[in-house]
T-cell receptor, first 108, second 114 residues
C-alpha cells in the first residue's frame, strides 16, 4: 500500500518552462489537494478536487492548473514557471489528509 | 495578523523532557483542531485531531484546546530523539469532507537531544 505518491521528487526549471507534477493515490479517496509549503508561510492550498472530473481553486491558484481525469490521479501544471513558484509542493488525499513526500521545485 | 500563529523555533530539549508546542489563532469560528508531524524532507502526517475545547490524549501526546483564549497546545511526554520534527497545527471552522477550510500554522521545529 503506497498511499500517496508524488513524481518527480526534485526538479529545476528555467523561467518560462512548463511542467506537470503527478500525484497518485491508491486509497480510493474522493478528495485530493495540492499545497505549496514555503518557509514561515505554512501550507497554502493551490487547488483541490472533490471527485473525478472536478477541480476548484484554493488560496493561491494563480499560475497553476490542475486536472483530475482519473480518481486516483491529480495533476498540477505550471504553464510558464516563475521564480516565485520555487517551493515544496505537497499532494494530499482524503478528509484527514494523507500527504505525499513532496516535490522540491526550483525555478531559476 | 496571520490567522494562525506558531513560534517557528527551533526548540531544543533534552531527551525525556516534557515538550509544549502552541498555536494561537484569531478566527473564533474554528471548531476543529489538528496537529501534524513533519519529518525532514517528508510530508506531514496527522498526529491528533480534536473538536472544540478540552483535552485529548494518545500515548505520550496530549492535545489541549482553549477556545476562550484562542490557544491550542500539544504536549509530548518523555520526549525521544525520534520526536525531532516540525509540528504543524491546523484548524477548520467546520467538519467538511473537502478540507478546503483547513488553515495551517507555519510549524515549530523541535529537536530532542540524546
Amino acid at each position: 500500500n503506497a498511499g500517496v505518491t508524488q513524481t518527480p521528487k526534485f526538479r529545476v526549471l528555467k523561467t518560462g518552462q512548463s511542467m506537470t507534477l503527478l500525484c497518485a493515490q491508491d486509497m480510493n479517496h474522493e478528495y485530493m489537494y495540492w499545497y505549496r509549503q514555503d518557509p514561515g508561510m505554512g501550507l497554502r492550498l493551490i487547488h483541490y478536487s472533490v471527485g473525478e472530473g472536478t477541480t476548484a481553486k484554493g488560496e493561491v491558484p494563480d499560475g497553476y492548473n490542475v486536472s483530475r481525469l482519473k480518481k486516483q490521479n491529480f495533476l498540477l501544471g505550471l504553464e510558464s514557471a516563475a521564480p516565485s513558484q520555487t517551493s515544496v509542493y505537497f499532494c494530499a488525499s482524503g478528509s484527514r489528509y494523507t500527504f505525499g513526500s513532496g516535490t522540491r521545485l526550483t525555478v531559476v | 495578523q496571520k490567522e494562525v500563529e506558531q513560534d517557528p523555533g527551533p526548540l531544543s530539549v533534552p531527551e525525556g523532557a516534557i515538550v509544549s508546542l502552541n498555536c494561537t489563532y484569531s478566527n473564533s469560528a474554528f471548531q476543529y483542531f489538528m496537529w501534524y508531524r513533519q519529518y525532514s524532507r517528508k510530508g506531514p502526517e496527522l498526529l491528533m485531531y480534536t473538536y472544540s475545547s478540552g483535552n485529548k490524549e494518545d500515548g505520550r501526546f496530549t492535545a489541549q484546546v482553549d477556545k476562550s483564549s484562542k490557544y491550542i497546545s500539544l504536549f509530548i511526554r518523555d520526549s525521544q530523539p525520534s520526536d525531532s520534527a516540525t509540528y504543524l497545527c491546523a484548524m477548520s471552522p467546520i467538519l467538511d469532507n473537502y478540507g478546503q477550510n483547513f488553515v495551517f500554522g507555519p510549524g515549530t521545529r523541535l529537536s530532542v537531544l540524546p
